[in-house]
């Protein structure tokens, strides 16, 4: 996703180093952090995941009956 908007906010000292120490655990920068946190808040989150399932089901994968495929998915992890 490309970023083309640019938003300054004030955090207090306390509200900086909990978004930093997060990011700093995750490994990630502190504006992912923020944008994860508003997507999350403000229910984006749902037209990431519905976005996430449109390009899976383009791929037009084989899908067979859920007893075959569960089966093959376990004798898969067998291996």
């Known amino acids: 996703m490309a ?12 509200e900086y180093a909990l978004v930093q120490a997060e990011a700093a655990r995750r490994g ?3 504006g992912k952090i923020v944008r994860e946190a508003l997507w999350e808040t403000y229910g984006m989150q749902d037209q990431r ?3 996430a399932a449109d390009r899976l089901f383009a791929v037009d994968a084989p899908v067979s009956e859920w007893e075959q495929m569960k089966r093959e998915i376990t004798e898969g992890r067998l291996k």
Do not use: N, T, V, W
């Not at 970023?3 to 306390?14: A, F, N, P, T, V």
């Open 3 to 14: 970023h083309s908007q640019r938003l300054e906010i004030r955090l207090s000292g306390d």
């Open 28 to 30: 990630a920068s502190m």
């Open 49 to 51: 995941r519905q976005d």
